[in-house]
């Protein structure tokens, strides 16, 4: 079974640019959350989606939002980047996505955006 | 201070060698506990996923979670080179709306040698 996938692998923007990134998650898995991971730190925690609906927001500017798609299927648009948004942008499915249910996240490849 | 404090080490070891790996945490609400691997230019793989207080083993891995102390180990048995890579430990902990989110340490770099 193919894993998460997300696109584009690599990117490059300049400042003030909007950006959008895509993941799809592993077939059957409803839930989408996106992290940002800067060198050498881990991953930070931007949003969490179940069922289209926003179920939790890190510590992130409005600059960056995100929708999910019928399909499951997720986008994370930033505007008016900056040059602390170079990072790698990773998605992460699970079957659930709310309350205490035991779900494991797993994780794509991420998209490695920088930003000159 | 952060909510989860790991090591970044580098930690280098001799191949056959026993690697323990440790996070310590500050936040009661994290009920879940996992160690993900990441290789360079990858993303994070999950390796264990605990819940409760002991030990779970999977092969040359064992996880171990001490919730009175709030901290997490994961040994590796008979370490390869391929075991080189970053290890992350992480916790989840449900939100406000419903929802949950994992709370990563900075992850350990270790490099095992020939």
């Known amino acids: 079974d193919a894993g998460v996938t997300q696109s584009p692998t690599h990117l490059i923007k300049t400042r003030g640019q909007h950006v959008t990134l895509r993941c799809s998650p592993i077939s059957g898995h409803k839930s989408v959350s996106w992290y940002q991971q800067v060198l050498g730190q881990g991953p930070q925690f931007i949003f969490q989606?179940?069922?289209?609906?926003?179920?939790g927001r890190g510590n992130f500017p409005d600059r960056f939002s995100a929708r999910q798609f019928p399909n499951y299927s997720s986008e994370l648009n930033v505007n008016a980047l900056l040059l602390g948004d170079s990072a790698l942008y990773l998605c992460a499915s699970s079957r659930a996505g709310t309350g205490a249910a035991g779900e494991p996240q797993h994780f794509g490849d991420g998209t490695r955006l920088s930003i000159l | 201070q952060k909510e989860v404090e790991q090591d970044p080490g580098p930690l280098s070891v001799p191949e056959g060698a026993i690697v323990s790996l440790n996070c310590t945490y500050s936040n009661s609400a994290f009920q879940y506990f996992m160690w993900y691997r990441q290789y360079s230019r990858k993303g994070p793989e999950l390796l264990m996923y605990?819940?409760?207080?002991g030990n779970k083993e999977d092969g040359r891995f064992t996880a171990q979670v001490d919730k009175s102390s709030k901290y997490i180990s994961l040994f590796i048995r008979d370490s390869q080179p391929s075991d080189s890579a970053t290890y992350l430990c992480?916790?989840?902990?449900?939100?406000?709306?419903?929802?949950?989110?994992?709370?990563f340490g900075t992850g350990t770099q270790l490099k095992v040698e020939l």
């Open positions: 989606y179940y069922e289209k609906e926003e179920r």
């Open positions: 605990t819940y409760s207080s």
């Open positions: 992480a916790m989840r902990a449900i939100l406000t709306g419903g929802g949950n989110k994992l709370t």
